[in-house]
Every structure is written in C-alpha cells, then in structure tokens.
C-alpha cells in the first residue's frame, strides 16, 4: 500500500468512525455515548476506534468539528437567487428544520455536548470555530445585501449574533420546554422584529 | 411536637436541603454531583435526603422550582420607578449578571441540567413553569409600560418571548464559547435593535 493510499484508507476510516458517533448519538444520547456504543454502529472493534481517537472527549472533539463541515455544506446556499433567499434559508436550516426527527435527535445530543464545554477546552474551541464559521457565512449575506441595495445599511456581524443567539435560544427552549409554541413565537418574531427591519422597502 | 411544627421543621429541613444541593452544585457541577455531595453540604446524612426525595433526578426538579422561587424574587423590582427602569433591571439580572463567578458556576450547572430535560418530563415541566413567571413578569412591565405611553404597542407577549430566547442563546454562548466578545455583542444589539425600537420618543 503507498503512502497515498494509507492516508485515504485513515481518512476514510475516519468517517465511518464519525457516521457511526452521529448514529449512536442519536440513539443512545450523550450520557449513555460509550466507545461501545460507537463501535456497535461501526461494524468495526472498539479497539479500532482506540486506533484514532484515545478518549471519548477526543472523539467527541472530531464530531464536533465533522459536524461543523456537515452544516457548512447545508449553509452555503450558492444557488439560491440573491441575499434574501440566501437568509431565509440559513435560518430555516439553524432552527426551523428541528421538527424533523432526525434533527431533533441530533440537537439534543448537541446540546448535551455543548453542557459539556464549560467543563471542556477542546470542545469550546471547536464550537468556537463551529460559530465563527456560522457567522462568517451569516455576514457575508447580509454584507451582500447591504451592497446591492436589498438590505438597510447595519452592523452585520453584530445582527448576525443577534439572530445567532436568538437561534440557539429558541432551539434550547424547543428542546427542554414543553410548550413548542415558545419556540414557533420566537421564530416568528425574529421575523418581523429583526429581519423585517433589514429589508430596504422595494424603490427606496 | 404539634402538626404544624411538624410541618414547619419539614419545610425548614428542604430549605436546607436545597440551599446544600445549590452548594454542591456550584462546586462539582452537575456530572458529579451525586446524593453524597449534597449531604456533605447538608452536614446530616443521606438517608435525612432520601427521605425527602427517592431519587437525584426528583432532588434535582425540586431544586428548579426553589431556583425559580430565589429567581422570581429577585425579578420583581417593584421599587424601580417606572417600567422602563424595571425592563432594564431584569435584563440585567437574566443576562448579564453572568460575570458574577457565583452565578456563572450556577448558570453552567443550569444549562447541564437544562440538556437533560428532552429526557426528563419532570425537568420539563419545572423548566416551562419558571419559564412561564419569568415570561409573565416580562409581559407586565411591558403592558404597563404600553399603557403608560413609554413603550409603542406592539405584542408583548411574543416581544418577551424573543427577548428571553435571546438572551438565553447569549448566556449559552457565554458559557461555551472561547470568545466573551460574542455575549457582549448579543447585549448591545438587543438593547439598540429591540428594546430601543419599543420606546416611544419622548413627547411624542
């Protein structure tokens, strides 16, 4: 086997090895995450995860970080026709597809990991880089759409982690409250009270 | 002893309770927080705990609702002159008091036991209930600040909402992330893009 190759086949073990922690996290949850678990939906030994990751937090650092690549590819939105549609459809990803199971699995567990951070270096790291990617990605429309006219001048990145913050707070309370309506009324008025705002009126 | 110095010991012997678990919270944070960590702060024993309370997890939505008991009071602001002072003061408290080390201990444990709510229905209930009061609480200063002529109509009920998800995105950010600036941030632009836009320009 060539150097070459050796790199693939670890990179792609590696992603079989982070498929399976997104599968058994959203089966089993962060408190009951074993090695075990992991190696279960990876049809491999847990020694062959030892291989890559030596802790659980290890792994769960890579997770976070191949989530964050996941999400990147959701969030682009390259063909979407303009800074407008472009918004509404990052922000349809960041909080409004939680009602599909799948997601909403995924979220808690997130959640759970993010519980974690405060206790954690490596994971704030990652979720900061998590963010900061997530903001840049945020700005860069609303920059666009101050450019070309569509939306009032502002402080985008300030908006940005506004809406970003809003986002994560609505998620959370859909989450741990029982009450969803919470949530459908956040989104709402982040809507008319923030986005709404931006708008420039069409012929101004 | 009488029935109701029964009853009075009883509440007195909780109170303590939570003051313990409230203490050892803070200290171990909730993964290692077990029943013998809080009787260690209780100074009686285990078994003066289970007696109260079967299990950590029905210990533990007790101690949500006494939080919210210690919140609620320290949200009424009742002496405050006029609503836009209190809408100040509460902000204040729910978002901002955070730099306080006491409360950051607090507000991380908080957000480990907030993470465990999509598998706990008790906890969930609990969280919806201290929701709920703070939510209320939001909404009168609101109205009251409507019906005196300092804030523009406008749906206090879901302003409130957006308000709160807000800030809970911001102390969430503020716990797991390395950059503090993003916190901060989220609090200008609350104040100048949303609460600024509720008050009514003077003489109006």
Chains 1, 2 share one sequence.
Do not use: W
Request: hydrophobic share 40%; glycine share 4%.
């Amino acid at each position: 086997m060539s150097g070459a190759e050796r790199t693939e086949r670890a990179s792609d073990t590696r992603a079989a090895i982070m498929d399976a922690t997104y599968r058994a996290l959203c089966e089993h949850g962060y408190a009951d995450l074993t090695m075990q678990a992991i190696a279960e939906e990876f049809e491999k030994s847990k020694a062959a995860i030892h291989y890559h990751y030596d802790t659980k937090d290890e792994l769960l650092a890579a997770f976070l970080e191949y989530l964050l690549d996941r999400f990147a590819d959701r969030l682009r939105f390259e063909d979407e026709p303009g800074p407008e549609a472009r918004l509404d459809a990052i922000l349809d990803v960041l909080l409004f597809d939680i009602d599909a199971d799948a997601d909403r699995e995924l979220h808690t567990a997130l959640l759970e990991i993010r519980a974690q951070a405060p206790h954690r270096a490596p994971f704030r790291e990652q979720l900061t880089e998590n963010h900061t990617l997530i903001e840049d990605l945020l700005v860069d429309v609303l920059e666009e759409g101050i450019e070309g006219g569509v939306f009032e001048n502002h402080e985008s990145r300030e908006t940005a982690r506004l809406v970003l913050a809003t986002m994560l707070g609505g998620r959370v309370y859909d989450l741990t409250l029982e009450d969803r309506d919470v949530a459908a009324d956040v989104r709402d008025v982040l809507e008319s009270a923030v986005i709404e705002e931006l708008r420039r009126p069409e012929g101004e």
